[in-house]
């Protein structure tokens, strides 16, 4: 789940090269752009598996799991876009893991 969510933002983010403003022009290329559909239809799928998951688990177990997004992205960002990531990011990584294991063991 937390990696459909993550590819679906970095998609969005290079969609997001084609508007230049928020105005009808940029919205109506914006709306065919390949990557915007796709990020567009994982958000959908990952939606559907979301309720999914909510009927078989409790909201509190599967939410934590959500937490690895915020490693996910910073992580797909600098793969596929070459962004940096700072030894801030390596030690909050090392504090999300570490809460998603202490409060996944209470």
Same mark, same amino acid.
């Given at each position: 789940?937390?990696?459909?969510?993550?590819?679906?933002?970095?998609?969005?983010?290079?969609?997001?090269?084609?508007?230049?403003? /928020?105005?009808?022009? =940029?919205?109506?290329?914006?709306? #065919?752009?390949? $990557?915007?559909?796709?990020?567009?239809? +994982?958000?959908?799928?990952?939606?559907?598996?979301?309720?999914?998951i909510?009927?078989?688990?409790?909201?509190?177990?599967?939410?934590l /799991?959500?937490?690895? =997004?915020?490693?996910?992205?910073? #992580?797909?960002? $600098?793969?596929?876009?070459?962004?940096? +990531?700072?030894?801030?990011?390596?030690?909050?990584?090392v504090?999300?893991?570490?809460?998603?294991?202490?409060?996944?063991?209470?």
């Amino acid at each position: 789940m937390p990696f459909v969510i993550s590819a679906g933002q970095v998609l969005f983010k290079i969609a997001s090269r084609d508007v230049v403003a /928020f105005d009808h022009q =940029s919205l109506l290329k914006l709306s #065919v752009n390949a $990557y915007f559909i796709m990020a567009v239809i +994982l958000y959908g799928l990952a939606t559907l598996l979301w309720v999914y998951i909510l009927k078989h688990f409790p909201l509190s177990r599967a939410y934590l /799991f959500m937490g690895l =997004s915020f490693i996910l992205v910073p #992580v797909m960002s $600098y793969i596929f876009l070459k962004e940096p +990531l700072s030894l801030r990011f390596l030690a909050g990584t090392v504090c999300i893991i570490f809460g998603i294991w202490l409060a996944r063991a209470a």
